[in-house]
């Protein structure tokens, strides 16, 4: 049950395209097609964006997407806007009905 | 619209054990597995525990496996984290979270608040 690799922070100015990685194991991310991606601002719950790889949950805009390539799954946003500098946490299924998490990932908005 | 709060964080004596609580509003509750999840302040997060719908299944981290135990009083629309043990390195917010599904933990979609857990001496 180690936890998923993402890299401490990430940034962008506003209007660019700005990409997370999240590295796991043939055990986790490269093993299911389970996962998902969280935002969270500070002193407040994560929100989820992205699950089952790619998909959005209602009302997430789209400028959100994931993807997924081997042992390493990706969160890209693009068009960056002010609001969306937080925290980004990536989790992936890691069979038995256990979950891992990610690190987190500080976005600043340049 | 979903709502998960929960209670019962505090300080504890390393050793010591402490129940958290988590009510669940705006959803049939029993209709969905739960988790808790923890996060150390500035750090990320980690699945702790997670229990099926009808609260027959139960599952943990290697890190709490012996000193935690979950359970669900779906009468009450409650989730629980019973603690003991307590070590430093629990320290942390505990969040309550919903798994999108009856029994299968394969990703949480709600969360609490979180309530704090600080375990010292």
């Known amino acids: 049950q180690s936890a998923l690799t993402q890299p401490p922070s990430a940034s962008g100015s506003p209007g660019q395209s700005v990409t997370i990685s999240c590295t796991g194991t043939?055990?986790?991310?490269?093993?299911?097609?389970?996962v998902s991606w969280y935002q969270q601002h500070p002193g407040k719950a994560p929100k989820l964006i992205i699950y089952e790889v790619s998909k959005r949950p209602s009302g997430v805009p789209g400028r959100f997407s994931g993807s997924k390539s081997g042992n390493t799954a990706s969160l890209t946003v693009s068009g960056l806007q002010a609001e969306d500098e937080a925290d980004y946490f990536c989790?992936?299924?890691?069979?038995?009905?256990?979950?891992?998490f990610g690190g987190g990932t500080k976005l600043t908005v340049l | 619209e979903v709502q998960l709060l929960e209670s019962g964080g505090g300080l504890v004596q390393p050793g010591g054990s402490l129940r958290l609580s988590c009510a669940a509003s705006g959803l049939s509750f029993s209709n969905y597995a739960m988790s808790w999840v923890r996060q150390v302040p500035g750090k990320g997060l980690e699945w702790v525990s997670g229990?099926?719908?009808?609260?027959?299944?139960?599952y943990y981290a290697d890190s709490v496996k012996g000193r935690f135990s979950i359970s669900r009083d779906n009468s009450k629309n409650t989730l629980y984290l019973q603690m003991s043990g307590l070590r430093a390195e629990d320290t942390a917010v505990y969040y309550c979270a919903k798994v999108p599904s009856y029994y299968d933990i394969l990703t949480v979609d709600y969360w609490g608040q979180g309530t704090p857990v600080t375990v010292s001496s």
């Open positions: 229990i099926s719908g009808g609260g027959a299944d139960t």
């Open positions: 043939s055990s986790d991310v490269g093993g299911y097609n389970y």
């Open positions: 989790s992936s299924y890691a069979g038995s009905n256990t979950l891992v």
